[in-house]
């Protein structure tokens, strides 16, 4: 059994962090699969996705990170180039990773009483954006 | 077909890093799958799952990493908010990432000669894990 | 359904990004499968999978990034006891991760209109690699 869906969210970007647990849980839900994975996929270049505990103070911590792993302010050739001005936003993007995939069992995301789903936004400005969820299994 | 079962471990904290593949394979070979897929995923906010030649310069090596991505000794909101002592923790396991899917072909997870499977507890204490092991395919 | 495949690809080693998209989607359209997930894996332990636009920029910017992670000359213990020269590709190769799961809809692996799938070669010398791709769904 297969069951696909989309979650839209509404970002401010520049490495704005999104708790989408909920959204998931519930196209889980929808789907009816009682055991299987779910794989929640960003279909962009400037966005990623993983888990956090989400409380505000780690958010910032791993704004932090990602600025020490590609500086807001270095030079990037992606900017030289097309004059974007979010080459560190897509540099964010490939090292976090476009997709997770979770086990569901019982019908529910197997997911750690602190952790959550978060959707991160890298680029430089506001974004409409459709996260795809796929469900597989029975 | 859909097989999940779990792996405990015990860890000692603080970056431990410990090869899970014989487990994997274990469950793997339980399952009966034949084709199909492997989620191997981690339900907390403080560990990580990912490949390495699993040998002790490479996983003195991977630690060196990690505390250049997020310092030990940085200063954490989450740890002035929440006196936890584990900020350091935390990031590092968001940006490594709680899930791994491999290909399962016959009967087998399709690793290479030298790739092994590790689960890496970032906590700055000993816990005791459970990691879960989803297996879809037929 | 279950459908696997390899793509045989020869890199040119340091950290060489190549765009892998065409050849994944070949492997969709192949597998019959309709609805469902993608898995790209790849079994070794110095090189690993992503996402991004591929375009020269960005592809010498990635570069950058992983030399800011784990540097080409740094010391590795790995190097130290086995002479391999390779300490830092593996390094990166775990950071990256060896899988990436996208869904497939409506026949098609659901990337967005600027984004690729890339496979690194972090390894130090020209590499013949097969990379795994498993097609799961109806």
Known sequence: MVFGSEIRVNT????D??????????VVAKSA?????VTVFVSGSTAGVT???YEPGLV???????????PRHAQY??????????GYAHVRASLLGASLTAPVR???VALGTWQQIVF???DNRPRSRDILVQVVGE
């Open 77 to 86: 050739q992606h900017d030289s180039r097309w004059g974007d001005g979010n």
């Open 106 to 108: 019982s019908g529910r």
């Open 12 to 15: 401010k970007g520049e490495t």
């Open 33 to 37: 699969v009682k055991n299987g994975i």
């Open 51 to 53: 888990t956090v505990e």
């Open 60 to 70: 910032a911590d791993l704004r932090t990170a990602f600025e020490r792993i590609a």
């Open 120 to 122: 991160v936004d890298f």
């Open 17 to 26: 962090i999104l708790d989408i647990t909920d959204e998931v849980r519930s």
